[in-house]
């Protein structure tokens, strides 16, 4: 069996940046399970599903293939055999992404990929209940935080960079929404594990959580 990190917390925190960081250094797989829930609301975006729509979803979660490869050491998402990896990050998917995530269908179609993933090799693993659901037996969980403010921030000038037009007031609006969808669902909300150790990185930059994370898995292993 390899060894688990598991890294859960609120969009924004800085999970992806640094987990992609911190597995190269230590070279393990990261899996970005945000991203498969993802590709799941882009086939239900392209095929005018609701999340509401029961029988739909249902139908839906049947014919939904999701299977990661990796190119250059960067995760690929492919959905029912098309690699639709450049077609997740954006609002569109993201705000579907979390309507479609409070369904327990949706959640079980992944469950079973994700664990499956953990078993094979050293696995970084990120996203919303990583520690809680998914690998409740990692050797090491994180939940990293930081304040709405500074995420919105970093949000803002990720956007601005893209040359995307946003205003900072609405992204905090964004996350604060999407903040209380994950936390509120009853179906795996997101919330802090009891062995997970707390990282609240309102205060530091992306070189000081990963140090963080490193030296916790070294005292560990
Ligand atoms: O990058 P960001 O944090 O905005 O989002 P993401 O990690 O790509 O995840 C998109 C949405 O999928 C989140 O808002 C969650 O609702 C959902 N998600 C989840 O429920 N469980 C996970 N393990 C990963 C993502
Ligand atoms: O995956 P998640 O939604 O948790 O966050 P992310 O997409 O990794 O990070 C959001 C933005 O915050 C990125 O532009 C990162 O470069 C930035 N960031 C930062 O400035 N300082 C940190 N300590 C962590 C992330």
Redesign the pocket.
């Known amino acids: 069996m390899g060894f688990n990190i598991a890294i859960d917390?609120?969009?924004?925190?800085?999970?992806?940046?640094?987990?992609?960081r911190v597995a190269k250094e230590l070279s393990f797989i990261y899996v970005?399970t945000?991203a498969m829930y993802r590709a799941v609301a882009l086939y239900l975006i392209k095929n005018g599903i609701s999340p509401e729509d029961e029988a739909g979803l249902l139908r839906a979660c049947g014919q939904i293939h999701i299977s990661i490869e990796y190119e250059n050491g960067e995760q690929q998402v492919i959905l029912n055999g098309e690699n639709v990896t450049g077609q997740l990050r954006n609002e569109e998917v993201g705000n579907m992404a979390s309507a479609a995530a409070a369904k327990p269908c949706v959640r079980e179609t992944l469950l079973t990929l994700q664990r499956d993933l953990a078993v094979k090799a050293d696995v970084l693993m990120?996203g919303r209940d990583i520690g809680t659901n998914i690998l409740p037996d990692a050797q090491l969980k994180i939940y990293?935080t930081?304040s709405v403010e500074?995420?919105a921030g970093?949000?803002f000038?990720?956007l601005q960079e893209k040359g995307e037009a946003c205003t900072l007031e609405a992204i905090a609006k964004d996350i604060e929404e999407r903040d209380r969808k994950d936390m509120s669902r009853e179906t795996a909300p997101l919330k802090m594990a009891e062995d997970a150790v707390l990282v609240d990185?309102s205060e530091?930059?992306?070189e000081?959580?990963a140090a963080r994370i490193i030296s916790l898995y070294r005292e560990r292993r």
């Open positions: 917390g609120p969009a924004g925190a800085g999970k992806s940046t640094i987990a992609k970005d945000g990120d990293l930081a500074t995420r970093r949000r000038r990720e990185s530091m930059d992306i000081e959580v």
